[in-house]
T-cell receptor, first 107, second 113 residues
Framework: GQNIDQPTEMTATEGAIVQINCTYQTSGFNGLFWYQQHAGEAPTFLSYNVLDGLEEKGRFSSFLSRSKGYSYLLLKELQMKDSASYLC????????FGPGTRLSVLP | DGGITQSPKYLFRKEGQNVTLSCEQNLNHDAMYWYRQDPGQGLRLIYYSQIVNDFQKGDIAEGYSVSREKKESFPLTVTSAQKNPTAFYLCAINAGEGTDTQYFGPGTRLTVL
């Protein structure tokens, strides 16, 4: 079976750091992906992890533990424009998307 | 997105009418996908196609149909049999170096009145 869980909403302050967690159960796991989706727009690709560990891309980092079925997206130096939904997706036979975490960045 | 286009961005239809959503790509990729997104829910896979003249049902194919006559085009028809067609529809391709990554078109928001 395939199942993905992530928090529904999070709030953080401009300039702070926020961590968005994701747990998954995926048959034939091939990778874990993170997407950003602003309201009314399509998701845009942020990062992916195939092996355990941390991948850093500027202000965004993503971590994966395959044995625990766990990933997180870390956003540093938050900006107002980071207010969006963040979708966790696992890739097995096909992509399976979580419900998304709506992040609100407050001034 | 880059080379994936969906039209129109907003679409209104009366209940009981079939409607076809367009998805075109000029990236020469084989695999194309259709998802729908409802408020507060993740993307759900409707249909996908790995190659021309072949396509597979996803998790929620009932009430939908597709065709893949050309590599560049993967239109989705929302039929009158779809009980709750109002949603945001997203087309995607698989691309990337080293691993497949899904890239999305801009989406079509369908409202059935």
């Amino acid at each position: 079976g395939q199942n993905i869980d992530q928090p529904t909403e999070m709030t953080a302050t401009e300039g702070a750091i926020v961590q968005i967690n994701c747990t998954y159960q995926t048959s034939g796991f091939n990778g874990l992906f993170w997407y950003q989706q602003h309201a009314g727009e399509a998701p845009t690709f942020l990062s992916y992890n195939v092996l355990d560990g941390l991948e850093e891309k500027g202000r965004f980092s993503s971590f994966l533990s395959r044995s625990k079925g766990y990933s997180y997206l870390l956003l540093k130096e938050l900006q107002m424009k980071d207010s969006a939904s963040y979708l966790c997706a696992s890739y097995g036979q096909n992509f399976v998307f979580g419900p998304g975490t709506r992040l609100s960045v407050l001034p | 997105d880059g080379g994936i286009t969906q039209s129109p961005k907003y679409l209104f239809r009366k209940e009981g009418q079939n409607v076809t959503l367009s998805c075109e790509q000029n990236l020469n990729h084989d695999a194309m996908y259709w998802y729908r997104q409802d408020p507060g829910q993740g993307l759900r896979l409707i249909y996908y196609s790995q190659i021309v003249n072949d396509f597979q049902k996803g998790d929620i194919a009932e009430g939908y149909s597709v065709s893949r006559e050309k590599k560049e085009s993967f239109p989705l028809t929302v039929t009158s049999a779809q009980k709750n067609p109002t949603a945001f529809y997203l087309c995607a391709i698989n691309a990337g170096e080293g691993t497949d990554t899904q890239y999305f078109g801009p989406g079509t928001r369908l409202t059935v009145l």
